[in-house]
């Protein structure tokens, strides 16, 4: 049977890990975006050839488009989100032009992934990215002073959120508001308190139901063309996988994801199934959800987090952790098999270790969080063992 398709982001040309230093991992395959172009503009052919070049003369495969990214009018349901629908499908149809069928996307409102800690050491003194419930409570409450903040969160929260904020000394309460409020991955743009304010009274009527009915429209609306090119669209899930800061989430548990897939029913409509994002909530049982849902999972995220009582988590090393990856991989393999048996030809699905933590000589380049080269390729190599293993041994 074929393996899965090793992956590895890429953040383009301006990335300080080299297209040189990815064919060292054992990838064979890019996930990139054109993250220079606004959210919004059409992605022309020529921007898209010009990229897929770059890819090309390293010896590697431009296999997944991760991300292009929704126009906010789409996801709070204003009367322009028609047109940025229009340039939506125009830019599939350039990628199929190119051969670019696998294309991920993300329904989260505002920010992208949400951290409280860039830098939070493990035993060994490794460095990962850390979701602190108390931390983020403290912005919530008293940072960003949502009203409605002091109705979410319980006393004994409001009480230790206080506390943790006055330990702060000030330049780390300015790190912790930079962190939380950094906006898409692969730039370095950072929302300031006010900003984002701004954006969240846009969202003020929009809640999950709302932002429910607009992804179903999103997706009615573009399926057909993604169809005919034979464009496979993927949902990155939530990223934590829970409401906060006020805005609604949608793409955080198992039944959120058996409607999507069931708000069009079509092969173009399908799943990013990243570990890292929805292993955060307890139960979400993740071998289960590949058993039941594996057909539609066209993108595969595997990392693993460390969860605690509270809500918070840290980003785990990727066979350790709180989600059993044994388990996630058995029932990846079995998915392939059922494919074959099936005979389709999308056997060999592009998985990617998401994030890494920064290890060894990581600290010797300025990545984007969690994007460091040695740790995500410690990462996959202990993923492709996993599948290995699985594999020999059924
Ligand atoms: C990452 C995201 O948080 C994650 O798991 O994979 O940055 C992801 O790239 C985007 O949200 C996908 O649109
Ligand atoms: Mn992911």
């Known amino acids: 049977m074929q393996d899965l398709e090793q992956t590895f982001r890429w953040f383009g040309p301006n990335d300080e890990v080299a297209l040189a230093d990815i064919v060292q991992t ?74 670019l069928k696998i294309v991920c996307y993300n329904f989260m409102p505002v920010l992208d992934w949400t951290r409280t800690h860039l830098d939070y050491r493990l035993e060994n003194n490794a460095s990962a990215l850390r979701y602190d419930a108390i931390a983020l409570a403290a912005f919530d409450l008293y940072i960003l002073e949502r009203p409605e903040a002091f109705n979410v969160h319980s006393a004994e929260v409001q009480t230790k959120a206080k506390a943790y904020l006055e330990s702060l000394p000030a330049d780390e309460v300015k790190t912790l508001t930079d962190t939380i409020m950094a906006g898409l991955p692969g730039t370095d743009e950072v929302f300031t308190v006010e900003e984002f304010k701004q954006h969240l009274k846009r969202y003020a009527n929009v809640d999950a139901k709302k932002l429910k009915e607009n992804l179903s429209y999103f997706l009615n609306a573009i399926m057909p063309a993604a169809e005919a090119v034979g464009i496979k669209m993927c949902i990155h899930p939530d990223d934590p996988p829970f409401p906060i800061l006020g805005l609604p989430r949608i793409v955080s548990t198992e039944s959120d994801l058996k409607d999507i897939v069931n708000f069009v029913k079509s092969p173009s409509n399908g799943l990013t199934f990243c570990t890292g994002s929805l292993g955060a909530n307890p139960a979400n049982d993740l071998p289960g959800i590949v058993e039941r849902l594996g057909e539609h999972i066209h993108f595969l995220h595997l990392r693993n987090v460390q969860r605690e009582a509270d809500g918070s988590f840290h980003e785990a090393e990727h066979l350790s952790g709180s989600t059993d990856m044994f388990a996630v991989m058995r029932n990846v393999v079995l998915e392939q098999q059922k494919r074959e048996k099936a005979g389709r030809t999308d056997i060999a699905i592009p998985i990617r270790p ?12 300025n990545n984007y969080p969690g994007y460091s080269i040695i740790g995500r390729m410690k990462g996959l190599a202990e993923l492709r063992g996993l599948e290995m293993g699985v594999k020999r041994s059924l």
Do not use: F, M
Request: hydrophobic share 35%.
């Open 26 to 99: 054992g990838a064979t395959g890019i996930v990139t975006a054109l993250h220079h172009i606004p959210c919004g503009n059409e992605w022309t052919e020529d921007e898209i050839i010009e990229r897929k070049n770059i890819i090309e003369n390293a010896g590697l495969t431009w296999s997944v488009v991760e991300s292009v990214n929704i126009h906010e009018s789409i996801k709070i349901g204003e009367p322009e989100r028609d047109h940025y629908i229009e340039i939506y499908i125009q830019s599939l149809k350039n990628l199929a032009k190119n051969g």
């Open 354 to 365: 998401d994030h890494g933590h920064k290890i060894l000589d990581d600290w010797s380049r």
